[in-house]
Every structure is written in structure tokens, then in C-alpha cells.
């Protein structure tokens, strides 16, 4: 069964760095984009980027393409993604997903737990 945990969440200041990462089993982790999400308090799931199988990665969003990075390392079955200074409106659940992206949609998804994150002094 193919399962993705996400891990690593906590408490840290703003301006601060925090790398999160989403472990995968029961797959071939480099046969499959994956996906980094977000759901902050009282607002609906955000998409904040990706990593393809090929290793090209895509934040659409320009505060967040500034200060975040995803990467993976398929050897160790692990998808990363780092983020630096950290601003309270990034306090959310940071979830992955397992994935690929066939037009507008996707495919063979798998979810995993999300892992809470609160930006706060």
C-alpha cells in the first residue's frame, strides 16, 4: 500500500528556517511527482508546489518561490521541502501528496498526515 508521511513540523520564530520532510513507502518514489500542500486555519487546502520524477520543481507563488525549496532524494525515498524566512501566515498543516500530473489533473494519488507548523514569536 503506498503511504506518505510528512514530518518534521514545530514551533519556530518568524525569520526562521524549517525543513519538512515527507517520507514514502510501499512505492518507487522516483516514478512519481510529488506534491507539497498547506491548509491553514480556516482556509481551503493551498497547492504550494511540486517536484517531478525528472527533478524539476514549480512554486507558482512568488513570496513562496523566494523563500521555499523542494527537493527530493529518490535513493532515500524522501521528499523534502525547506523553507526559509518563515512568516506567520505560513502557520498551517503541511501535508504531501503522491502523485502525477496528467494534463490538469492527477493520477495514482496518495495521502498522507500532514505535520502542523505555527510561525509565532
Known amino acids: 500500500q503506498p503511504q506518505v508521511a510528512a514530518s518534521g513540523g514545530g514551533l519556530v520564530h518568524p525569520g526562521g528556517s524549517l525543513t519538512l520532510s515527507c517520507e514514502a513507502s510501499g512505492f518507487t518514489l522516483r516514478l512519481y511527482d510529488m506534491m507539497w500542500y498547506r491548509q491553514a486555519p480556516g482556509k481551503e487546502r493551498e497547492l504550494i508546489g511540486g517536484i517531478r520524477k525528472t527533478g524539476g520543481t514549480q512554486i507558482d507563488d512568488d513570496s513562496l518561490q523566494r523563500r521555499f525549496l523542494i527537493s527530493r532524494d529518490d535513493a532515500k525515498s524522501v521528499v523534502y521541502l525547506q523553507m526559509n524566512n518563515l512568516l506567520p501566515e505560513d502557520t498551517a498543516v503541511y501535508y504531501c501528496?503522491?502523485?502525477?500530473?496528467?494534463?490538469?489533473?492527477?493520477?495514482?494519488?496518495?495521502w498522507g498526515q500532514g505535520t502542523k507548523v505555527t510561525v509565532s514569536s
Open positions: 501528496q503522491r502523485g502525477r500530473w496528467i494534463g490538469d489533473r492527477q493520477v495514482e494519488v496518495a
